[in-house]
């Protein structure tokens, strides 16, 4: 077997075999098959697509390209959720309280932002001390000890998802379905859970833009998880603009926080957390509807229940748990700057990727993987589509460095708004499911 006469039959839009894609896969993670070649395979790949068969296949060579997490002898049952990538998308870190504290466990291994995306482990990485990286036997023995552990993805899990990621973000490969199904699936397959919940994301700030094609994702993904014998399922939500109000690494651990503490009651971010931990709790078998186990996951906010549990997992992994009581803890930037508009109207479009590429450019993400970043930097947006401005009020903060980055992003944030003169519907977070 050759990789050019691979390359080439997906290049005329042939449909590759099992062992094709083994081949490609694995020469690729072993350094036997050069960068250019798995860029041109997975420029093939994203423009001839794979059909269902093909997409299982990539998707399981990926899995078996590294170690696999067993979780067999942790008691009671294991669930894993996954965003398909978002600006202001926290949901992980009230996800993993709520569902612990209703009884599950959450072992969940989480990646880094990167773009105009944010990751879970930045996040967690704002609260000082916190260690996002365990040994298996401690990972696995905080699990078992308080239901949750949050850590970096290892790099013996699906190390080919880990090579061929890096290069799909240089070659402008990262938006192909059976590319994301493979990458997503293969390292949620690795990582040894029963249950799976995918929050795929639609809009404009995501990798699907359009609510079809998030579906056609979603379904890939369900297909592929079930198949594997995981109970899986995936909920569309909307990224026209952002979840959080908070967008940065520290700001969105503080409304994470405030959220816990029971601040934040109708935010979309608790909306949205609420409705993914009430799946994960109904897929579980502990509640017998959706309503019920909606109660279940408010429930555990509303009691403190979840705080206590996020207690537990920054007491186990930071070391204490000072800054959930005390969000001012956490990392601060020195210069805040409000923002206000100087006309009356409604919010009718917020430019998502903009704003999520502005607070990257504040130092909140990284345009090199190799990048730092500024934990304290970012937006909190107090407005969403549907509210009403008025002239002269604040909607917008930027937490920000230095004077001059803050002044640049205040003229991209307006600039990144609609205003409509008439009244302008809220819109929906929940799109679709796929079961
Ligand atoms: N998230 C992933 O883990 N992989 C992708 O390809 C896209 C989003």
Known sequence: MKPYDIILKKRDGGKLSKEEIDFFVNGFTKGEIPDYQMSAFLMAIFLKGMDEVETRDITVSMTDSGDKMDLSDIDGIKVDKHSTGGVGDTTTLLIGPIVAAAGLKFAKMSGRGLG?????????EAIEGYRTSLTEKEFKDQVKKIGLAVISSTGDIA???????????????????????????????????DVILLDVKAGKGAFMKTVEDAKKLAEALVSIGNRAGKKTMAVITDMDQPLNTHIGNALEVKEVFETLSGEHKDSALREISVYLSANLIMM???????DKAIEIANDM??????KEKMRELLECQAGSSKSLDDPGLLPKAPVVMPVSLDVDGWIKEIDVLELGITARDLGAGRIKKEDSIDPAVGI??????????????TIAYIHASSEDSAKEAIERLKKSLTISETEVEHKPLILGKVE
Do not use: C, F, Q
């Open 116 to 124: 105009h995306t944010g990751g879970t482990v930045d996040k967690l």
């Open 159 to 193: 190390p080919a998802d880990k090579k061929m990621y890096a290069l799909r973000d240089v070659t402008a490969t990262v938006d192909s379905i059976p590319l994301i199904a493979g990458s997503i699936m293969s390292k949620k397959l690795a990582s040894g859970s």
């Open 284 to 290: 579980a078998g502990l509640a017998e509807n959706l």
């Open 301 to 306: 906010i509303d009691s403190g229940k979840a």
């Open 380 to 393: 909190v947006m107090n407005k969403r589509v549907g509210d009403k401005v008025s002239k002269g009020e």
